[in-house]
Structure formats: structure tokens, C-alpha cells
């Protein structure tokens, strides 16, 4: 299994700075899944509450992706890092950008729950909901915990689940549009759902991306617009 190893430089103290940078990386995912999680019990259950707390909270992801992105830029200009180290900052500053903006849709999902919680709630359309958002809150964790361990072959295997998550989210879109055209006064509250769904979506996209940057940081390898079988293939294929 692939590993990076932050402690093989003779300076301590860039060893320190490149696992403080790491453990900062999984406290902001720490806190996204936190946000995603009560997001998707605040819209399935009508919690306004906990919708409101979401939106509330959104500001401790935003403060750390700062954070973050101004250690990189010191280890940038201080270190000059090459080869892995640079790999290792430039896939830090891209995973941080996708956090913030899972951030961002979770709290988009906190604001709907709030609007949803005080519109009529067939139990039918929110179970869809609670199951997409338990996919892509287990696909996150996956890709969290990848890039802890900074394992290819785990990010191979999660990249896979954005396709049920992209087909949960298909069928939660046809639904919606037949609840619509028989009874034109859900519109409303059916679109909040829609945009809550793709929100769900575009987080799982995002994780996916994370998988990705594994990819280039261990191996080296933009994979980004690759066919995934492709990509699959060759790595497998030359470890």
C-alpha cells in the first residue's frame, strides 16, 4: 500500500509544519461531515433548528481553509518544496478548496431544511433524501480516511460509489418532476428538495475529486478528465 511518510526530512520542523498542515486538513473534514450529517437529518426530520445551526456554523470551515491555505503559502515561499513535498501542498490546496465548498452546499441543504420545515412533508420524498445523503456522507468519510492513509487503492474503490450516487440522484429528480406534474401547487416545496438533492450530489462529486488528488500525490498522476476504467487499469497495472 502507498504511504507518505512525514518524517524523512533532516529539518524537524518541516516535518512538523507538512503533519500540522495534514491534521488541520482532517479537522475541516471533520467538521464538513458534522455539517453534512445534520444538514440531512435537519431536512428528513424538519428540524429548523438544526437547519439554522447548520447555516450558523458554516463560518468554522470558511476560518480554516484561510488557515490553511496561509501555512501552504509559507511552507511555498520558506521550504521551496520539490518532487512529493510539492505534490503534497498543491493536493492540500486543491482538497481544502472542495471542503470549503461542500461546506458551502451543506449549508445550502441547512437553509432549504429551514424553508422545507414549514411546508406539508410526504414522508415519501424525504426518505429518497435520507438515503442519498447516507451515501455521500459514507463516500466523504471513505475519502477522508483515503487521504489520512493516503491510499491509492481505497481511492480507486470510493471513486466507483459516485455512480450510485449519481443514479440515487437521477431517480430522486424523476420523482420529483412526476410529483410536479400531478399536483402543480408542490412545485415549490419540490424544487427545494431538487436543489437539496443536487447539493447531496455535488458533494459526492467533490469527494471524488479528493480521490483524485490522492491519485497525483502518491503516484504523481492528474487523472482528472481520464475515463476511470482507464485510470484504473494503468494503476493497477504498474504498482
Not at 420545515?117 to 471513505?142: N, T
Request: net charge negative.
Amino acid at each position: 500500500m502507498d504511504r507518505i511518510d512525514f518524517r524523512k526530512h533532516i529539518s524537524q520542523r518541516f516535518n512538523a509544519e507538512l503533519e500540522e498542515v495534514r491534521t488541520k486538513v482532517l479537522e475541516m473534514g471533520g467538521l464538513v461531515e458534522t455539517q453534512l450529517s445534520d444538514a440531512v437529518a435537519a431536512i428528513v426530520g424538519g428540524d429548523s433548528a438544526l437547519g439554522e445551526a447548520v447555516m450558523t456554523n458554516d463560518y468554522k470551515i470558511n476560518a480554516l481553509e484561510v488557515e490553511i491555505d496561509e501555512e501552504c503559502s509559507q511552507i511555498l515561499v520558506r521550504r521551496q518544496p520539490a518532487a512529493g513535498d510539492l505534490r503534497f501542498v498543491v493536493t492540500v490546496i486543491k482538497t481544502i478548496t472542495d471542503l470549503e465548498r461542500m461546506g458551502d452546499e451543506a449549508e445550502r441543504i441547512g437553509r432549504m431544511a429551514v424553508q422545507l420545515a414549514q411546508r406539508e412533508r410526504p414522508k415519501s420524498q424525504y426518505s429518497e433524501m435520507g438515503h442519498l445523503g447516507d451515501l455521500v456522507q459514507q463516500m466523504l468519510h471513505e475519502a477522508l480516511d483515503a487521504f489520512a492513509r493516503t491510499d491509492v487503492e481505497a481511492a480507486l474503490q470510493i471513486r466507483e460509489k459516485d455512480r450510485q450516487i449519481d443514479k440515487e440522484y437521477e431517480s430522486i429528480v424523476r420523482q420529483m418532476i412526476t410529483f410536479m406534474m400531478e399536483d402543480p401547487r408542490s412545485i415549490p416545496r419540490t424544487l427545494e428538495i431538487l436543489w437539496s438533492a443536487r447539493a447531496l450530489e455535488r458533494i459526492g462529486d467533490r469527494a471524488t475529486n479528493i480521490c483524485e488528488y490522492i491519485i497525483y500525490l502518491v503516484r504523481g498522476r492528474d487523472v482528472r478528465h481520464t475515463s476511470w476504467d482507464q485510470v484504473q487499469t494503468e494503476l493497477r497495472r504498474s504498482k
